[in-house]
């Protein structure tokens, strides 16, 4: 036991060490979004080759193994939900899959997707794919390899969704899929054609956009002490570390919904990487436990909390004061009109709630077709066209608008969209179970009062980091298998109630 304490002890010193050294690429890559001159891409993009490679190095190094045979065989696992457990076993998973990656690959993966993302940007400005067609079946012949390399039973798109949400399978994916997009034709069906209630024209100056966007995130529980909030073009959300969670949000002075709701999006996962357990920094156990139960913590926070009625009523006396004389006008329930209209979009991420996941759906699709050469690259446009007309009643203009408006693909992330639509389905479960434990949350919203529904996400979810991966955390908190009818039952009595 004494050796495998000190075996324990040395293998957390080594990931600690992993963990600052992956949190100096993130400041490296919050700057690249942030501050960046564009004379300075090609040298930044060194940086963050450099980087990947040290820490493919330091993850798939032999005295790692080595540590994790002691700990693994000794009484430091009695207990699996134990956090020493939850390390050992989140550790063996990060080696394993660094592995039986070979080095080459990682090299040649981060070449061609940097070449890729500067690709994709000139071919998404001209709006021709044609341009981005080569790069993209360069990165896909590469991820192809990297999932072969890595090892799958169900079939090749397993390996890669494990990467970013550990322990899903495609199987129940496209299983959960399959239910919901059947459920949202029906909903669009019974759904007329709402108009759009407008906002009274602008301009909404930015710094009173900003000013208002800190302070509806700071009465969530947003610990502006340890974070900050910033503009971007596409906004994300970072930790640089503990005590340093960076959100970033896009400002539109015609419309200051727009960046409120990308704010409180970024504040939702924010605010997970704020309630991780700080002092286990860099360790699996004060790690996110995968990126659909991160999204579900965005989402959660944006439609449940930040779109609801109650937070309406909330909201508007704050929005009038933040834009003085501007929105006299509006009362609660246009705001709320106004955040939950059927709005569907070309755009994924300007899609309403009932339609964004139609556009998930679409990915998950394509991509397999393309991972195991169903589809060809040179027929993706055709087929996401024609696709999407049929899935939304849209007809796609340009490539822009089309296959070309995500920036995934040309960063090698095959397997990444799923969870966006995965953190929509947990989000709806969680916040079932949440108002069942906590009672009338619309009315505590009302008040302004968010602080139970946090202290309740930061027990149930961001305290564990990665002691269950998603689907058994979703059993923990819930009690069943992941289930679509709750995003469902939520849709329809939002847009139907
Ligand atoms: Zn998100």
């Known amino acids: 036991m004494a050796d495998a304490r000190s075996a324990y002890e040395a293998l957390c010193q080594h990931w600690r060490r992993l963990g600052v050294l992956g949190s100096v690429g993130s400041v490296l890559g919050w700057d690249q979004q942030c501050m960046l001159p564009a004379a300075g891409a090609a040298h930044r993009a060194e940086q963050g080759a450099l980087i990947a490679e040290l820490r493919h190095a330091w993850r798939s190094d032999p005295r790692v193994g080595e540590w994790l045979a002691i700990c693994e065989d000794s009484e430091l696992v009695a207990d699996p939900l ?146 900050r909030l910033d503009p971007t073009i596409h906004p994300f959300c970072s930790r640089l570390g503990p005590g340093d969670v960076r959100l970033t949000t896009r400002y539109d002075e015609a419309d200051p919904i727009e ?16 309630g991780l357990p700080g002092d286990r920094y860099g360790l699996p156990s004060g790690s996110a436990v995968g990126l659909g139960i991160h999204e579900s913590q965005s989402r959660l926070w944006q439609n449940h909390v930040g779109r609801s ?130 009672g009338d949350l619309d009315a505590a919203f009302e008040r302004g009062d968010f602080a139970p529904l946090l202290a309740w996400l930061r027990a149930k979810v961001h305290a564990h980091g990665q002691r269950h991966l998603s689907p058994a955390l979703c059993r923990e908190i819930t009690g069943s298998e992941l289930d679509p009818a709750h995003l469902i039952a939520h849709l329809e009595a939002r847009y139907l109630g």
């Open 309 to 438: 009625r109650g937070c309406c009523r909330w909201l508007l006396p704050r929005l009038r004061a933040a834009f003085p004389g501007r929105l006299d006008q509006l009362d609660a329930e246009a705001l709320y009109r106004h955040l939950n209209s059927r709005r569907p979009e070309r755009i994924r991420v300007d899609a309403d709630e009932t339609s964004y996941d139609l556009h998930v759906i679409l990915r998950f699709e394509l991509e397999r077709e393309l991972l195991d050469g169903g589809l060809a690259v040179r027929d993706l446009p055709a087929a996401w066209n024609q696709r999407f007309e049929q899935l939304t009643g849209l007809a796609v203009r340009d490539d822009a608008e089309g296959v070309l408006q995500d920036v995934h693909w040309s960063h090698g992330m095959v397997g990444y969209f799923p969870t966006y639509t995965l953190g929509n389905c947990y989000a709806a479960q969680f916040m079932t179970v949440a108002r069942h434990d906590l």
């Open 82 to 227: 134990s956090v020493a457990a939850t390390d050992l076993r989140g550790i063996r998973r990060s080696h394993q899959r660094a592995v039986r990656v070979r080095e080459d690959l990682v090299v040649a993966l981060s070449r061609a997707t940097s070449e890729a993302f500067e690709t994709w940007k000139v071919a998404r400005a001209a709006k021709d794919f044609a341009r981005f067609a080569p790069a993209l079946e360069r990165v896909l012949d590469l991820v192809r390899e990297q999932a072969d390399q890595l090892g799958w039973e169900g079939e090749r798109y397993d390996a890669l969704l494990d990467g970013f949400e550990p322990g899903m399978r495609t199987a129940e994916v496209e299983q959960v899929f399959a239910q919901l997009a059947q459920a949202l034709s029906a909903l669009h069906g019974r759904l007329g054609d709402e108009a759009l209630g407008a906002l009274p024209p602008g301009p909404y100056p930015l710094e009173a956009q900003a000013a208002f966007g800190r302070e509806v995130s700071t009465a969530f529980g947003f610990d502006y002490a340890a974070g």
């Open 259 to 274: 960046a409120l709701d990308s704010t409180l999006h970024e504040a939702g996962h924010g605010l997970y990487e704020q």
